[in-house]
C-alpha cells in the first residue's frame, strides 16, 4: 500500500515536472518534432479506442511503462544502418524485452542474439533479429554455427541475414526464418559457408 501511495506521489510529481519542463521547452521553442507529435497521437488514439482497457490499473507505474516503450525503439546510431541497423544498446534492448543486461549477455554468449562489438568494445544489436513484441530470431544459433561458427565475423553474419536474396523470393534470410522457411535458409547458410571457406 504504501509503495502504491508513494508511486503514486512520484508519478504526480513527475506530471508537474514534466509539465513545467514542456512548458520550458515551449517556451525555449523546442516542440515536438511531427514524428515525435505523431507517436503520441498514435498512442492516445489506441488508448481512446480501448487498446489498453483492464491493462492499467490506478497502480500501473505509467513511467516505466513508457520507459519501456520507447526502449522499444532501436535509437543507436551506426555507420553500418543502411545495411544492417538500425541497432539497440543493451540497456535498451533490456529494458524493451523486460530481462536484465545479464541475460542479454547470455543470450549473445550462446548466440541466441546476434551482438555486434562495436570500437568502444560495447555491444550493439542489430533490430532485424526481433519481432515487433520483442521475440528473437527463431533459428539464429543454428544459422550463425553454420555461416560462422567460431564467431570470428558476425557483422559479416548479420549482413548475410539482412540482404535480400532471390533464394528467399525476393527478402532476408531473417525474413524467411521468421515466416518460418528455416530449411531452405540452413541450405542456403551452408552453401555460403562452404563458398567463403573455398575462396580463404
Known amino acids: 500500500m504504501e ?15 514534466s509539465g513545467a519542463t514542456a512548458d520550458a521547452d515551449r517556451r525555449a521553442g523546442r516542440g515536438l518534432s511531427a514524428t515525435e507529435t505523431a507517436l503520441v497521437e498514435a498512442v492516445t488514439d489506441l488508448v481512446r479506442q480501448g487498446r489498453a482497457d483492464g491493462a492499467l490499473s ?40 523486460g530481462v536484465s543486461r545479464q541475460a542479454i549477455h547470455k543470450a549473445s554468449q550462446k548466440r ?46 548479420a549482413l548475410w541475414l539482412n540482404t535480400v536474396a532471390d533464394e528467399f523470393g525476393g527478402t532476408t534470410a531473417a525474413h524467411a526464418l521468421r515466416d518460418g522457411r528455416v530449411q531452405p535458409v540452413l541450405a542456403a547458410a551452408r552453401r555460403a559457408a562452404n563458398a567463403w571457406h573455398a575462396d580463404a
Do not use: C, N
Request: hydrophobic share 40%; proline share 6%.
Open 3 to 17: 509503495s502504491t501511495l508513494h508511486r503514486s506521489a512520484t508519478r504526480g510529481a513527475s506530471a508537474q515536472r
Open 58 to 97: 490506478d497502480s500501473a507505474d505509467v513511467d516505466a511503462l513508457a520507459e519501456r516503450m520507447l526502449a522499444a525503439l532501436p535509437a543507436v546510431k551506426h555507420e553500418a544502418d543502411a545495411l544492417i541497423g538500425p541497432f539497440y544498446d543493451t540497456t535498451s534492448l533490456a529494458t524493451w524485452r
Open 112 to 157: 541466441d542474439l546476434l551482438g555486434l562489438k562495436i570500437g568502444d568494445g560495447t555491444r550493439i544489436f542489430p533490430s532485424f533479429q526481433f519481432g515487433a513484441s520483442g521475440a528473437p530470431l527463431p533459428h539464429l544459433r543454428e544459422v550463425l554455427d553454420l555461416l560462422d561458427r567460431d564467431g570470428i565475423d558476425p557483422w559479416g553474419s
